[in-house]
């Protein structure tokens, strides 16, 4: 039995189409979906799409060109493997079902589902029609040697056309008649033998075989472990062999001149196969598709026949140690009986046996007089299939595309582009900014081999896996800096190579093949090292915050084991190498940060999970990017996440994972979704709005903790849509008789002014009990809520009193310098009653201080002077200017940090989010100090 590899989606449902080029390297495939994709191989995870319209039904390749067949009844010409169109060489008044060409390429056949048949020389263009059919045509074969054409339709027939002339030379009434062709079980794909003497036809439970002398048929084509429909047929290259393909899924091989099956297939899941071809290049290798659109290859298949089924070669292996000799039936059976020589001697004391058993050899030498032959004993080795592990994913940059292509996206984020391109004729690296305020485009020779790279709106980074001769190095183009010097380079040490990277505020994090995590400022200092449980999957990175995906170990049968690492670069740990939940049998596919500073991920089969602080800093999911693909093969690549508005930022990727560099694709916009329980019911999708909004204004409470403060109207707003959905949600509720519900959704509501529209409603309903219980809810929460006023503002008044009873002391301290300067005064003049002495000691600072109080005219000599703030020096005013309000737009979120952090950048992340920080706690201090007095 062939091998077949994994099978992938490669077109929507329906009908598919396949051929090689003429080298076998690829493999071209259309389908319902309307695209042309281009495999180097079946394993191929980024094939070229090429969109020809919105439904294709067949291809076939020959020089350098493809040929398509689409629903805009035409056949179309296009280049390879550019896919530009190149010219139009039939038109029918229906899509063409199939078309076919000549072995030099220079004449096209097509078969239509509007009964006709065309045959047009590719150089020329001249046209030949072929009528007489009576419903759509589902094959045409073009005879090797061009005298003849044969067709099969949905009316029964096969035809037999003589092509000069175009009159018919034979008809053969020998297919089920069916009105369309999306009601067959088999498309009746006829084949030519190589040199054009006998023509194949595939029925049900056989292929007929008929000579192109008398027409005549010469014999058939069976096996008889197979009761099915032919469907499809394709010569070998050689034209020794024929594939069939079946409708239940099965693939045979026969040999033509034995006519017998010499090796089999059948599809995991049954279903029809579609298309095969052989590789022109590969005599056993054979590629297929089936009705959902799925790809396969056969590969290793037997073209010497000797396969047997399972079952019979299994028993014939067992039987096959007593068939080689007569003497066979000598060899002593077990049986439940006893036998005589395990029979005890009754007389004896001891428990030995009477004779002791004798070997068979001894038996067999004992009757012949000569050693017995000695009989080969044939083992079988059993193969069970156990446990394979999942090969562990790769690591790789979230925002960009594979390392194998030419021309490729190194990083796409919310700030700009890297782009790479590795050709013969050059390898460069393009970087260009969203907003060319922040930096113009950069264009850079890639001569020391950058693979990754991440791009901020203070540097650049990138980095290079290394080779045998050279280092793994990390280089930043620090374009932020206000010196000369910006671009510094960093090697690994020997036999560790850098794997993923990322950017945060003023640092980059590194992670290493030694599993190691490298912490670099942005002006080269090694700041900070530490390791992971293993390796690493892909880093990102948001102000401060360093997101780590890894492996922790090995998955379950086709899943991934990852663990996920949040932290602060200075040391707080939020999430502590937690597992990261996937999809079954789904790998992660992106990882990032919102530009609220929330972490999100996508895995490859669409989901998309983010971190809800509130519920315990577990994963939820948001988003269901699958949902809006028409195909089965198509995705959505991410570029950014934004929680206010509430957008995720796609590419649309047609039949692949990734996007074209070329032409550069357009970003679109897909709306958050939570997956609550019956969402076609009005109750669930108040409920969904509720759940979405409250998730996604979580980043408020979360910077509120760290240290920030933002503007409460701007909270309002943000919680205004889910308030609208409980009060909708407690109408509904209250409609349907569900106040126990209702009050529950009240439990729910924050605002005063909700509750007492709610109390309204109920009174309007005429629901009192309702309203009465809404009204005690309305008084708990205002007692809470006056509670918690209280402890304010008694954690106020603690808060004056320290800060005066601080400036007592301070006053105290003062009071008993004044005294000791005083004494000393008196001791001064005691000692110059004596004569007249030379006063050689210096000021006292307190003396100083009283001097210049006296000469500024303030009336309280104990009064602390306000010590006068320097001159702000060159680069110190970006920071300078944090402690100060700025106005901003309405959309924005206010923050102000009440903790003593350390002053942050702006960047697009945080852009519109943190608008000024307040001053630290000493500051503050002295501010109110210097009120109170």
């Known amino acids: 039995m062939p091998s077949c590899s994994p099978l992938r989606y490669a077109h929507s449902e329906g009908l598919t189409s396949l051929c090689y080029d003429d080298k076998g390297k690829y493999i071209l495939t259309c389908g319902s979906d309307g695209d042309v994709r281009i495999w180097e191989g079946a394993e191929d995870d980024d094939a070229i799409s090429h969109g020809t319209g919105d439904k294709a039904f067949c291809v076939a390749y020959k020089n350098d ?28 008044t229906a899509p063409a079902n199939h078309i076919c060409i000549n072995q030099m390429g220079t004449t096209l056949v097509a078969g239509s589902s509007d009964f006709t048949i065309k045959l047009v020389d590719i150089s020329s263009g001249d046209t030949k029609k072929f009528e007489g059919h009576e419903a759509p045509v589902l094959s045409v074969a073009l005879d090797p040697k061009e005298e003849f054409l044969a067709s099969s339709s949905c009316d029964g027939s096969v035809v037999i056309w003589r092509v000069e002339n175009k009159e018919k030379v034979k008809k053969f009434q020998i297919l089920p008649k069916v009105g369309d062709i999306s009601l067959t079980k088999g498309l ?18 056989e292929i007929q075989i008929y000579n192109r002398n008398s027409w005549s048929t010469t014999g058939s084509i069976q096996d008889s472990q197979f009761s099915g429909v032919y469907s499809v047929l394709d010569l070998s290259p050689d034209g020794t062999h024929l594939a069939a393909g079946c409708y239940d899924g099965h693939i045979l091989i026969f040999d033509l001149k034995t006519k017998t099956c010499v090796d089999r297939f059948k599809h995991e899941s049954g279903l029809s196969i579609m298309s095969l071809s052989w590789n022109p290049s590969n005599q056993t290798e054979i590629a297929f598709c089936d009705r959902e659109g799925q790809l396969g290859l056969l590969s290793e298949i037997n073209l010497k026949g000797g396969n047997q089924p399972a079952k019979e070669q299994r028993v014939k292996e067992t039987l096959g140690i007593f068939e080689d000799d007569d003497d066979d039936a000598e060899l002593v059976q077990a049986s439940d009986e006893p036998s005589k020589e395990q029979i005890f001697d009754e007389d004896s004391n001891d428990s030995t046996p009477a004779s002791v058993l004798k070997p068979l050899d001894d038996d067999l030498a004992s009757e012949d007089g000569e050693a017995p032959p000695v009989i080969p004993v044939q083992t079988r080795i059993i193969e069970r299939p156990g446990f394979v592990p999942t090969p562990p994913q790769g690591a790789f940059q979230p925002g960009s595309t594979p ?88 090697p690994m040490d020997d036999g560790e190579a850098i794997e993923a990277l990322a950017i945060g505020e003023d640092w980059i994090a590194v992670a290493t093949s030694g599993r190691l995590i490298r912490i670099f400022s942005l002006g080269g200092i090694q700041r900070d090292i530490f390791s992971i449980p293993g390796p690493v999957v892909c880093l990102s990175a948001h102000t401060n915050q360093l997101l780590i995906a890894y492996h922790r170990g ?43 500073g929330t972490p999100f991920y996508m895995d490859s089969s669409g989901i998309v999970r983010m971190c809800n602080r509130r519920f315990g800093m577990s994963w939820v999911q948001v988003a269901n990017t699958k949902s809006h693909t028409k195909g089965k093969s198509d995705n959505y690549w991410i570029v950014s996440v934004h929680e206010n508005p509430q957008q995720l930022r796609c590419i649309p990727c047609k039949g692949a994972r ?96 909700t509750l007492q529209l709610a109390i309204k409603y109920a009174c309007r309903l005429k629901y009192m009990q309702l309203a009465e219980r809404i009204s005690e809810v309305v008084q708990r929460k205002s007692a809470e809520q006056a509670e918690e006023v209280e402890e304010e503002e008694e954690e106020v008044v603690h808060r004056v009193q320290r800060v005066h009873n601080h400036q007592n002391h301070v006053q105290e301290d003062e009071e008993m310098e004044e005294e000791d300067v005083e004494v000393d005064q008196e001791n001064a003049e005691t000692n110059s009653a004596g004569g007249p002495l030379l006063n050689l000691k210096a000021k006292s600072k307190n003396e100083v201080l009283s001097q210049s109080y006296g000469s500024s005219g303030r009336s309280n000599p104990f009064k602390v002077l306000t010590p006068q703030k320097p001159e702000p020096t060159k680069g110190t005013q970006v920071f300078d200017g944090m402690s100060k309000k700025k106005q901003t737009s309405p959309g924005q979120v206010m923050l102000k940090n009440t903790r003593p952090v350390k002053a942050v950048k702006r960047t697009p992340q945080s852009q519109g989010k943190i608008t000024s920080v307040k001053s630290t706690n000493e500051e503050d201090k002295q501010e109110e100090s210097q009120k109170k007095i």
């Open 65 to 92: 060109r493809f040929y398509i067949a689409t629903d805009a009844n035409t056949v179309q010409a296009y280049t390879f493997p550019g896919g530009s169109p190149d010219g139009i060489l039939a038109r029918f």
């Open 188 to 205: 009746c794909r006829l084949c030519w033998e190589k040199n054009g003497q006998f023509l194949y036809v595939p029925l049900e439970n």
């Open 403 to 490: 390392k194998h292509l030419s021309s490729r996206f190194m990083m796409w984020n919310a700030v700009g582009i890297i782009k790479q391109f590795n050709t013969e004729e050059e390898e460069s690296i393009d970087i260009e900014f969203h907003n060319t305020a922040i930096h113009h485009a950069m264009h850079l020779t890639n001569s020391a081999g950058y693979t990754m790279g991440d791009v901020s709106t203070e540097a650049v980074v990138l980095a290079s896996p290394g080779e045998d001769s050279d280092p793994s190095k990390l280089t930043c183009m620090h374009f932020g800096s206000w010196d000369n010097s910006k671009e510094w380079t960093i």
């Open 554 to 596: 090995m998955g379950l049968p086709g899943d991934q084991c990852l663990g996920v690492h949040l932290m602060t670069v200075e040391g707080a740990t939020q999430i502590n190498h937690q597992p990261l939940p996937l999809s079954h049998k789904s790998s992660l596919a992106w990882m990032g940060f919102s530009a609220e």
């Open 658 to 753: 990734f996007p074209p560099v070329l032409p550069r694709p357009a970003v679109g916009i897909l709306p958050f979704q939570v997956p609550l329980c019956q969402m076609n019911t009005e109750k669930s999708q108040y409920e969904e709005v509720f759940h979405r909004t409250q998730l996604l204004s979580s980043h408020l409470q979360f910077w509120n903790t760290i240290g920030y403060e933002y503007d409460t109207s701007i909270a309002s707003e943000l919680a205004k849509p889910s308030q609208e959905a409980l009060m909708k949600l407690f109408a509904l509720s209250a409609r349907s008789d569900r106040e126990f519900r209702a009050l529950e959704v009240c439990e729910m509501m924050s605002e005063p002014h």
